[in-house]
């Protein structure tokens, strides 16, 4: 609390070291991207608006980011990378 009163961050060291182990992140910055606006349960469709694209395009970008991250699908993707820090 004193360090942050101070107006300096603190980090707690078993999230830095979490966050350190996991290494860099797989995910391209379109990836991530779309991932995050997943995160809330947003349809495709949503997705897309927000994010410009089309939704061929959204649903590529949550492929690839599921298979670089050995999900099974956009959910699991979301949650690992969250676990990672990647988004």
């Known amino acids: 609390i004193r360090t942050v009163h101070a107006g300096n961050r603190y980090v707690d060291p078993e999230l830095a070291a979490d966050a350190i182990a996991a290494g860099d992140s797989p995910l391209t910055v379109r990836e991530a991207e779309v991932l995050e606006l997943a995160a809330g349960g947003a349809p495709v469709a949503e997705i897309a608006e ?7 395009t959204v649903r590529n970008y949550l492929s690839s980011a599921a298979s670089k991250l050995g999900a099974e699908n956009r959910h699991a993707a979301v949650r690992l990378a969250r676990e990672r820090g990647w988004v």
């Open 50 to 56: 927000r994010a410009a694209l089309s939704q061929g």
